[in-house]
């Protein structure tokens, strides 16, 4: 058996846990922790699995219909490409890999969100040439502090949490993850940190350790980070952006075209309008439970609507600007950004369907989407028709009736994934069916 691959952790001396991670439907990590002295063993051997934990609710509670129940095994497979490790979060090593979900025969299992990205990412270079290079950008809020209020976008609510911040750039830089910038929002609290682009597996795999280094930094430094869509019913929400431009086989950037108008070129608009057609069933994976709902609202710089704007950031897709005016750089700047996912989904399965619709945009050809002029609630019914501009789900309930009306999508997943997500979600529909809003914002910033 071939020797384990050079490591992080193997210069340093060998205390705390190691752990084997996975992020499921509703974007909680979870997994198996070892003895750091065992790390070889792990990652030679994974560790045992359970399908019905991909049944979980946020609140920790599996459907009594889910289609698994107390059968089958599976394995967690880590990946070496994703070891990480930093000891400034405590004593103990900060230290681990992220994992495929396989059966017990090493085949990757339906189920498993970073093969389904993985997959989804393959036919895209088999059957167009192409492969998505992508960046995530995500606001979280600070909870716990003591310190005083700060103008939003401000210096002072900068420096005010100057050392957590500390400690979180270079936590993150330890880890890989490469934040490009810190900055304070606009709501109460709220910062954004945006992180470099990559290629996309590589990218969704970052974003997963931004959040869990993110809430270990704040904890450190007696604080909490939640990613919660929503704090409170009237407050800003949290978002998970994904940024996303496309290459072909010889690494040349091909979403943007001048010839094209906005500068779409052809093939990144047949792969926009795939999203577009099949938006609201994707909501199931971008805006996996029902606090998700709080946030797509109209006026709210949310995307509530199915949209394709320039610089619009009341569009769920939208064009980004570039600060540059030869070709070449504007070609490798050239980006569209998804702004319907939020901090409950997980980056798997949120990039891995759009995707997928990208892909379906591009096997029919569809043609560029009309840009949104403005704000897509502002205009008659007629306009938005025409545009083809529709309103996204409004309720867990509206996603999920979405998600099971959309033959397509229930197409790129197995028919006991399809029941295994009607199932999860139509529990916690009934489990917070009775709470007001504000109760409902606290159990999930709880969580999340």
């Given amino acids: 058996m071939s020797e384990t691959p050079q490591a992080p952790w193997q210069s340093v001396d060998p205390t705390g846990l190691f752990a084997l991670l996975t992020n499921d439907l509703v974007g909680?990590?979870?997994?198996?922790?070892?003895?750091?002295?065992?790390?070889?063993?792990?990652?030679?051997?994974?560790?045992?699995?359970?399908p019905a934990n991909l049944g979980l609710t946020p609140f920790d509670e599996?459907?009594?219909?889910?289609?698994?129940?107390?059968?089958?095994?599976?394995?967690?497979?880590?990946?070496?490409?994703?070891?990480?490790?930093?000891?400034?979060?405590?004593?103990?090593?900060?230290?681990?890999?992220?994992?495929?979900?396989?059966?017990?025969d090493h085949q990757p299992w339906y189920g498993c969100g970073r093969s389904f990205l993985r997959a989804a990412l393959k036919d895209l270079e088999t059957e167009f040439g192409l492969s998505l290079f992508c960046?995530?950008?995500?606001?979280?809020?600070?909870?716990?502090?003591?310190?005083?209020h700060a103008p939003a976008f401000s210096l002072q609510a900068m420096r005010r949490a100057d050392d957590f911040m500390r400690l979180l750039v270079d936590a993150l830089a330890d880890v890989g993850v490469d934040p490009e910038i810190i900055l304070p929002e606009y709501g109460q609290d709220q910062y954004e940190v945006p992180c470099a682009p990559r290629d996309a597996l590589q990218a969704a795999d970052k974003a997963v350790l931004f959040r869990e280094v993110t809430r270990e930094a704040a904890r450190l430094s007696g604080l909490r980070a939640t990613f919660t869509p929503k704090m409170t019913p009237q407050g800003v929400g949290n978002g998970m952006h994904i940024h996303f431009s496309l290459k072909d086989r010889n690494g040349r950037?091909?979403?943007?075209?001048?010839?094209?108008?906005?500068?779409?070129?052809?093939?990144?608009?047949?792969?926009?309008?795939?999203?577009?057609?099949?938006?609201?069933?994707?909501?199931?994976?971008?805006?996996?439970?029902?606090?998700?709902?709080?946030?797509?609202?109209?006026?709210?710089?949310?995307?509530?609507?199915?949209s394709f704007g320039l610089h619009n950031r009341e569009a769920a897709l939208r064009i980004c600007p570039v600060a540059a005016t030869d070709p070449a750089t504007t070609a490798r700047l050239?980006?569209?950004?998804?702004?319907?996912?939020?901090?409950?989904?997980?980056?798997?399965?949120?990039?891995?369907?759009?995707?997928?619709?990208?892909?379906?945009?591009?096997?029919?050809?569809?043609?560029?989407?009309?840009?949104?002029?403005g704000d897509p609630d502002s205009m008659d019914e007629a306009t938005r028709r025409q545009m083809?501009?529709?309103?996204?789900?409004?309720?867990?309930?509206?996603?999920?009736?979405?998600?099971?009306?959309?033959?397509?999508?229930?197409?790129?997943?197995?028919?006991?994934?399809?029941?295994?997500?009607?199932s999860a979600k139509q529990c916690e529909i009934d489990k917070i069916q009775d709470w007001t809003d504000d109760e409902s914002c606290r159990r999930y910033a709880t969580i999340f």
Wanted: charged share 20%.
């Fill in 62 to 104: 599996i459907a009594a219909d889910n289609p698994w129940g107390c059968v089958g095994d599976l394995r967690l497979r880590p990946d070496p490409d994703t070891a990480y490790r930093t000891t400034r979060l405590g004593e103990g090593a900060f230290a681990g890999m992220l994992c495929d979900i396989t059966t017990l």
């Fill in 253 to 306: 950037f091909v979403t943007f075209d001048p010839q094209h108008p906005a500068g779409v070129s052809e093939r990144c608009g047949a792969f926009v309008a795939g999203i577009m057609r099949h938006m609201p069933a994707l909501m199931a994976f971008c805006a996996p439970t029902a606090i998700s709902y709080m946030r797509l609202q109209a006026h709210h710089w949310s995307s509530a609507y199915a």
């Fill in 334 to 373: 050239f980006n569209i950004e998804f702004r319907p996912p939020d901090g409950t989904a997980s980056p798997y399965w949120a990039l891995g369907a759009l995707v997928r619709a990208g892909i379906e945009g591009l096997r029919h050809g569809l043609p560029t989407p009309d840009l949104c002029p």
């Fill in 135 to 148: 960046a995530f950008e995500s606001e979280f809020q600070v909870t716990g502090a003591t310190w005083a």
């Fill in 388 to 422: 083809g501009i529709r309103r996204l789900p409004g309720s867990l309930r509206e996603a999920l009736d979405a998600f099971m009306a959309d033959s397509i999508v229930r197409g790129w997943l197995d028919s006991a994934l399809v029941e295994g997500i009607r």
């Fill in 28 to 50: 909680i990590t979870r997994g198996r922790f070892f003895p750091l002295p065992l790390r070889e063993r792990a990652v030679l051997k994974g560790c045992g699995w359970v």
